[in-house]
């Protein structure tokens, strides 16, 4: 096997020995993987043991550090307009976050002693001049393939680099070079050359890490020897669980390659390990099944919905549309399906029918709310900002009232509107919820009855005759406090709060929970949208329904993400497929 690079025969010559194999933590491979092609790895460390007889000296380890960046979830303080979206509605905390001008992006300083990126292959007088117009204090060979990776340049350039530096260093070529050409390689679909350095990586070592792994993979998962691909799943297995990505590749590599079998044993094997898969997984199977007529893949398919159902998951746009064109391929049902939205009622756009209902059944807010008390009020950190006397002092407190209507976390609500001072925010909120003769109770800190400039006690006083209230000390945090009222006050009780929740709802032990939790959350949590000096405060609109994949035997709906639309982790999509069968 040949693998030319501009003068060199063969491209073995390259690893005459292991001088240049050793990679650091401080070195940028890891992250190389993460920015460039979101690889995203357990921390491991993996032996790079050479085959080679003649070095007998253990290889350095190789640690994978790779960090997954989710979507900022910070909502705003400042007030929104009256026809803002739903606190929990997609997109919703994007508009918020961009009426608060200090949650911009802090602008990254320019770039320096960069030097221009060859177009081209060039050669080895070409690579000195280039190198030395670089003023940079990093390694000029590692800073100009990360920047030929970045901006996936040709493959031609990357060998041209690579048969530089093998010239310079007696035909010895690093591993993270290696690496860096393996992307663009998979990248640009460079099957030949995928072979090449696979076939390089076998002869020399007995285990790789994982992000050459994973781009092997993908790189053979479109060629005839795709089945390697799943040899090198298997190499994976033998130190740590796979990556849903890499079981997405190979699972795609089945289905491309009409093994079905094995794509579905797959697939078991991800959600063994407890893996969430791959929307794009998910996504192939529907896909995959639109020229299948086979009532068990049916039925697998169907599975794959009750799946999204349970695990609160949403398809994106592209994947509605596989869905849709599924069912409407399905001989003899006549499913036909449309794209539409849900109103304030619950009812659907597209077919009438009206979608679960938001609140909890009895057993479920019973579930619920034994689960809070025990891994939020009695087993979380609250005692971290309180102390288990007053906690104590607060329970009492609560089950000597009568069931409260409403919770107020009195500091949150007060500091909702920046520029009105304080004290008149909540006595506003507390006076137009009491003319409706419902039973309040405001949670709050001692300081606040103090005189401020934002704080008036008048004011205050005025909030105590028409609300119950508990002022805890300046210390205490009020989350679990705003819990135990609510859920102690039984399932009718609304809370107002901006906080949503995220750090207690992470708290409970299991998925389910969570669900139950976010559910509960979303039909009992009041936002405030709007307040005017003199005007009533208006209050959005709690929703009635459940925002989750549903299914009535002849009709399904299916919330799904627009393309456009960027949704926080914490809010649900506002457009649906609504599919029907003819009877």
């Not at 048969?163 to 591993?175: C, E, L, M, P």
């Amino acid at each position: 096997m040949t693998f030319c690079l501009f003068g060199f025969r063969s491209f073995s010559k390259l690893w005459k020995n292991n001088s240049y194999l050793w990679l650091g933590p401080g070195n940028s491979l890891s992250l190389f993987l993460v920015d460039c092609y979101g690889i995203r790895n357990k921390q491991r460390w993996f032996s790079l043991t050479t085959v080679s007889p003649q070095n007998t000296k253990a290889m350095n380890l190789l640690i994978a550090k790779t960090r997954y960046h989710r979507k900022g979830d910070e909502g705003s303080n400042k007030q929104v307009s009256s026809d803002s979206p739903h606190l929990f509605a997609a997109g919703a905390a994007k508009k918020r976050a961009q009426m608060n001008p200090q949650s911009k992006d802090p602008v990254s300083p320019p770039l320096r002693n960069t030097v221009q990126l060859p177009t081209k292959p060039l050669n080895s007088e070409e690579w000195d001049k280039l190198k030395e117009d670089f003023k940079g204090k990093a390694n000029f060979e590692n800073w100009i393939s990360s920047q030929i990776t970045h901006c996936r340049s040709s493959v031609d350039v990357a060998k041209s680099l690579l048969a530089w530096v093998a010239a310079k260093n007696n035909g010895i070529v690093s591993y993270d070079l290696l690496v860096k050409y393996l992307y663009l390689c998979v990248f640009h679909k460079q099957t030949a050359e995928i072979f090449d350095v696979y076939e390089i990586m076998k002869a020399r070592y007995k285990s790789l890490e994982p992000g050459a792994y994973t781009l092997l993979i993908r790189g053979l998962i479109h060629s005839d020897r795709w089945r390697e691909a799943l040899l090198l799943l298997e190499d994976i297995k033998k130190v740590m669980i796979p990556s849903k990505k890499n079981y997405d590749d190979c699972i795609q590599g089945a289905l491309l390659h009409q093994d079905v079998d094995t794509a579905w044993n797959l697939y078991q094997e991800l959600l063994g390990h407890d893996l969430i898969p791959m929307l794009e997984t998910l996504k192939a199977f529907f896909d995959f099944g639109k020229d299948t007529k086979d009532d068990q893949y049916a039925n697998k398919l169907l599975d794959v919905l009750l799946y999204l159902r349970n695990n609160q998951l949403y398809p994106g746009e592209s994947f509605a549309h596989s869905i849709k064109a599924w069912f409407e391929s399905v001989p003899g049902e006549q499913w036909k399906g449309q794209f539409t939205t849900i109103q304030k009622s619950g009812q659907c756009l597209g077919c009438g029918k009206t979608i679960e209902s938001i609140y909890l059944s009895p057993e479920e807010y019973e579930f619920l709310k034994e689960n809070i008390m025990r891994n939020v009020i009695d087993g979380g950190d609250q005692y971290k900002k309180t102390t288990p006397e007053e906690l104590k002092r607060f329970q009492n407190f609560v089950n000597n009232h009568p069931p409260f209507d409403i919770v107020i976390d009195g500091l949150n609500v007060a500091k909702m509107f920046p520029k009105a001072r304080e004290s008149q925010v909540l006595l506003d909120v507390v006076s137009q919820l009491s003319k409706q003769n419902l039973r309040l109770l405001v949670l709050g800190r001692k300081h606040m009855l103090k005189q401020y400039s934002r704080w008036r006690k008048d004011e205050m006083e005025k909030v105590q005759k028409q609300a119950s209230c508990f002022f805890a000390d300046d210390i205490s945090k009020d989350d679990p406090f705003l819990l135990y009222a609510t859920l102690h006050s039984g399932n009718h009780c609304k809370f107002i709060t901006k906080d949503l929740m995220r750090d207690h709802k992470a708290c409970l032990p299991d998925a389910k929970t969570q669900r139950l939790f976010f559910k509960w959350q979303q039909g009992h949590q009041l936002a405030i949208i709007s307040r005017f000096p003199g005007s009533k405060i208006s209050f959005q609109h709690i929703l009635s329904y459940d925002t989750v994949v549903q299914t009535t035997g002849d009709s399904w709906h299916i919330p799904f993400d627009e393309d456009l639309v960027e949704r926080y982790s914490y809010e649900v999509p506002n457009k649906w497929l609504c599919l029907r069968r003819k009877t």
